[in-house]
Each structure stands twice: as structure tokens, then as C-alpha cells.
């Protein structure tokens, strides 16, 4: 299985039913995009811990605003195992509305669409997150 579309869906699915905090497995990548939508604001706190079997696992802290509005209302994976999606700097997709992010793999490591475009970075679109 995508271990990155399992983490965005197990994401989406805590938002939906209302969880204040979710456990997944860890690996390097999860770590990564877990902070750096936590430095987007879609998370309170992220933190990786061991577990009793020595297993490493991040802990979320989903993020809620005023009357329990989640920060985030869906992510869709764009780039997928059976079709990857390169795009060049000036091709980066805007979120619909330009309400959230699109997370970019680039040569410098995951980033958002945005500071891709500044630093003229093209990559893989992984996913896009909806606000």
C-alpha cells in the first residue's frame, strides 16, 4: 500500500469524525510532511515517540478553530504510486479557491506550492490540502 496516501487518509478520516489527537506508525517521510503542515497551522502538535514494542509513532494533535471548525476539510492525494505528477515551478497547481496548500517534493526536500514558486522549484506534487 501508498504509506503516504494511508497517512493523508487516516488524517482525513480523525478530522471527520472529530478526534483531538491520532497515532500513526512513523516513517521519515510521515515525520516530515507531519511538520511541515504543522508549520502550515493544520495541526497543533507533532511528536514522534517510542512505543512498548521500541516502535517509533507520531502523535498528532489535530487543530480546531472557532465552533469546532477543523482547520482542514479534505486532502486529496495527487501524485500516486501508478502515476507520478512532475510539474515545473510556474505549473504547481493552486488549491481550488486558493484556500489551502499543495505539498511539492522537491530537489530541497517537501515544501509548499508557494515557497516552491519563490525559490523556482518544480518536483512531485504529493497531495493538496483544502481549508
Do not use: H
Amino acid at each position: 500500500m501508498d504509506s503516504a496516501a494511508d497517512f493523508l487518509s487516516q488524517i482525513n478520516n480523525a478530522y471527520r469524525v472529530g478526534k483531538k489527537e491520532m497515532v500513526t506508525s512513523w516513517s521519515n517521510f510521515r515525520e516530515i510532511l507531519a511538520n511541515l503542515m504543522k508549520s502550515k497551522g493544520y495541526f497543533e502538535e507533532v511528536s514522534v515517540v517510542k512505543g512498548d514494542n521500541e516502535r517509533k509513532r507520531i502523535e498528532l494533535i489535530l487543530k480546531y478553530g472557532p465552533g469546532g471548525r477543523p482547520s482542514l476539510t479534505k486532502i486529496k492525494r495527487v501524485s500516486k504510486p501508478g502515476r507520478r505528477f512532475y510539474v515545473s515551478a510556474d505549473e504547481i497547481p493552486w488549491p481550488p479557491g486558493g484556500l489551502g496548500d499543495t505539498i511539492v517534493s522537491t530537489p530541497l526536500g517537501l515544501m509548499v506550492g508557494k515557497e516552491a514558486r519563490k525559490k523556482n522549484l518544480g518536483g512531485e506534487v504529493i497531495c493538496q490540502i483544502f481549508s
